[in-house]
Each structure stands twice: as structure tokens, then as C-alpha cells.
């Protein structure tokens, strides 16, 4: 294992980035590097989509799959 020293700004800009709380630093640079990798692949709307889906999921903008089936009679 490595230590990485980052400023405490770049710290909170990738503790922002967490999907759920459970998500460590490292996985939080793994997936971020990953998406930077596959970025040749991505066209700027699909990149806008993904941000806003992580945005909804961090603000609780979502629905369980039971809340979905009520919603839609099934």
C-alpha cells in the first residue's frame, strides 16, 4: 500500500464524489479513473446523463423497485 498526500480541497472534492457512504477514497479514484479511461468512448450528453443519475442517487431522488411497481400498477 501507498499513501498519497492531496490538499484538503481535493480530499472534499473526492469525498463529494462518493456514491454511497460506504465508498472509500481509493474507490472513489478507482471508478473516477476508470471513467476517465472509457472517457474516449463518451460523448458529452452521456457524460451529462451519468452526472445527473449520481446526482439524483446522492440527493435521494430515487425510487425502491416496490415504490416503482406501485407507481406503475404492476
Given at each position: 500500500?501507498?499513501?498519497?498526500?492531496?490538499?484538503?480541497?481535493?480530499?472534499?472534492i473526492?469525498?463529494?464524489?462518493?456514491?454511497?457512504t460506504?465508498?472509500?477514497?481509493?474507490?472513489?479514484?478507482?471508478?473516477l479513473?476508470?471513467?476517465?479511461?472509457?472517457?474516449d468512448n463518451?460523448?458529452?450528453?452521456?457524460?451529462k446523463?451519468?452526472?445527473?443519475?449520481?446526482?439524483d442517487?446522492?440527493?435521494g431522488?430515487?425510487?425502491?423497485?416496490?415504490?416503482l411497481k406501485n407507481?406503475l400498477?404492476?
Amino acid at each position: 500500500m501507498t499513501t498519497i498526500k492531496v490538499s484538503d480541497k481535493t480530499r472534499t472534492i473526492l469525498a463529494e464524489q462518493k456514491v454511497h457512504t460506504g465508498e472509500t477514497l481509493e474507490q472513489v479514484i478507482n471508478r473516477l479513473l476508470k471513467f476517465q479511461l472509457a472517457d474516449d468512448n463518451l460523448d458529452e450528453q452521456t457524460l451529462k446523463d451519468m452526472q445527473e443519475g449520481l446526482d439524483d442517487i446522492k440527493s435521494g431522488r430515487v425510487y425502491t423497485t416496490k415504490q416503482l411497481k406501485n407507481e406503475l400498477g404492476i
